[in-house]
């Protein structure tokens, strides 16, 4: 079992950024890839951002690449997700998410494990 807990949502003008923070907890062995994804009001669930085991691979979505940045601090069981040039089209729950398979994977079924959301609303 893991625990996955998110922090730093809150409310930015556009052009702000925010930095979200998610810590993992349990049996946290076997997580390799780690990734965020967000849903907004009246749409499904849309992939943002992932990372491999020790940072090497990442990927991004079209929306966010250039200005969201993933990383991540096994020492500290930590994924950090900085969002800079905020949009209102951003405006959404964020999830952080553990996948236990190897590999890339953008849609939200192929994740074992999620958090709570953090809300992120970004107003004009």
């Known amino acids: 079992q893991v625990q996955l807990v998110e922090s730093g949502g809150g409310l930015v003008q556009a052009g702000g950024s925010l930095r979200l923070s998610c810590t993992a907890s349990g049996r946290t062995f076997g997580s390799n890839t780690l990734g965020w994804f967000r849903q907004a009001p009246g749409k499904e669930r849309e992939f943002v951002a992932s990372?491999?085991?020790?940072?090497?691979?990442?990927y991004y979505a079209d929306s966010v690449k250039g200005r969201f940045t993933i990383s991540r601090d096994n020492a500290k069981n930590t994924v950090y997700l900085q969002m800079n040039s905020l949009k209102p089209e951003d405006t959404a729950v964020y999830y952080c998410?553990?996948?236990?398979?190897?590999?890339?994977?953008?849609?939200?079924?192929?994740?074992?494990?999620w958090g709570q959301g953090t809300q992120v609303t970004v107003s004009s």
């Open positions: 990372i491999s085991r020790v940072g090497t691979s990442v």
């Open positions: 998410s553990a996948r236990t398979g190897l590999g890339y994977a953008h849609q939200s079924s192929m994740y074992d494990y």
